[in-house]
């Protein structure tokens, strides 16, 4: 058993969404799991296999990916301290998708059962894991359109402009400069582009005065511009929900 | 109050026991549900994005899709849906919509207020892991859907979407084995895969040319479901349909 600290993130945004009880509160602090370390690129959850845990993150940014027959991969989702990576495992059977390390990784492993069990007995808490994965779902949906309706610069927009408002929003950081745990190479498989595409349009991002990207870190210099450039909306993050 | 054999909840309730067993009483909950029918043109909105969602479709019959658009007004479809389908489980809970629902076709929908519904899903314990199985597997296939349109050329892609729709409307005996209707058109289908009409007009004619498909009006026979399933890269491991065969009923 480990510390209720790690917790806090995931307990502080479902006391936000839904009214949680003190015995809400200790059922999720009595729940069994456990503390892993992952390296950078590691595979947390790997496509085609059973599932047997969910995967809840602490320290480090991951993402979701898959890979279509010919090897090239598309970035479904990238993911932030405190949000769970696979809460579908807790249902479906098997993983219909890759979860890899983004950057050196911990997080807490929970057991299938042990979720199962704290959702029937807490309807708060049922309640909440419903509206992260409902949340979760409009963040595809809105992926979908990035790669399918949105030029090469409004994808890469919307990009760095998501990530910074779900960071915000979790309370992670203020701004303007945000951890930026993505490559060049990962950018263009979240975006549906080339690694050259994407290349040039960042430097373009930047010739523009809107942004500054260095090894790790991303500078948003001017909000106003890349969210209106990226038509970048929140109301898909249902930040208020 | 209907007879049971009457209720067109029977249909929700069908599809619902794919993926999860349920009691007598469950399904006797489910059935006893209020709901008001509703006749829709194609077209014919059931949400709009920015709507407070405070009812929940199920199609009963007709096909519906869900799309949004960009600032532009460029519009890209996120999923297509088949009789029994529930249309808004995925604003379940969420105070107000970020897409749009709207029918393909002209249709029937039962519309169900959503107090009683998210009342009813907390309450029965099978039935709230259906409809959480059912959203599961819908977020499944927007995965599925961005790695599509993402990573594949538009000669999968739409090969992989017709696959798709035959393949659900096949699991859920809506249309035997091959030959469908489907229901789109060409902007449509565009609009699904992020192509344009004239490249699906010039996609859909190669798969003919090369005997992959027949088209007849707005029917489609697939004249080889391996080839098709070669060329559309499509294994139906993301609809995660033969999982819950057998999972039974908590009592």
Known sequence: ?241 | MDSPAENPLELLVRRLETHQGLTPEDRKAVLNLPYKLRRLEAQGYTLREGDRPDRCAVLLSGYAFRHKLTGEGARQILAIHIPGEALDFQNMFLEESDHNVQMLTRGLVAEIPRPPLEELVLAYPNVGRAVLIFTLVEASIFREWTLNIGRRDSRSRIAHLLCEFAHRLTAHGITPDGLYELPMTQEQLADATGLTSVHVNRVLQGLQREGLIERERRKIRFVSWERMRDVGDFNPRYLHASEFNGRTAIT
């Open chain 1, 1 to 241: 058993m480990d510390d209720f600290s790690s917790l806090e993130p995931l307990y502080r945004r479902w006391q936000r969404r839904v009214a949680l009880s003190a015995e809400d509160k200790r059922a999720i602090a009595d729940m069994a799991w456990s503390r892993r370390v992952f390296a950078r690129d590691s595979y947390l959850v790997r496509e085609g296999e059973p599932t047997s845990v969910c995967t809840y993150l602490i320290h480090g940014f991951a993402f979701r990916q898959k890979l279509v027959s010919d090897g090239a991969r598309q970035i479904i989702s990238i993911h932030i301290p405190g949000e769970f990576l696979d809460l579908q495992n807790s249902l479906l059977d098997v993983a219909d998708h890759n979860v890899q390390c983004l950057t050196r990784c911990e997080v807490g492993v929970i057991h299938k059962s042990a979720l199962l069990e704290l959702l029937a007995s807490r309807p708060n808490v049922r309640r909440a894991m419903w509206l992260d994965s409902l949340i979760d779902s409009s963040i595809f949906r809105e992926w979908v359109v990035n790669v399918g309706r949105r030029d090469a610069r409004q994808r890469i927009s919307h990009l760095l402009c998501e990530l910074a408002s779900r960071l915000k929003s979790a309370g992670l950081e203020d701004g303007p400069i945000y951890d930026f745990p993505l490559t060049q190479e990962q950018i263009a498989d979240c975006t549906g582009l080339t690694a050259v595409h994407t290349n040039r349009t960042l430097q373009s991002l930047r010739r523009d005065g809107l942004i500054s990207l260095s090894a790790s870190k991303l500078s948003i210099l001017d909000w106003d511009g890349l969210s209106e450039l990226g038509d970048f909306n929140e109301r898909y993050l249902h930040h208020s929900a």
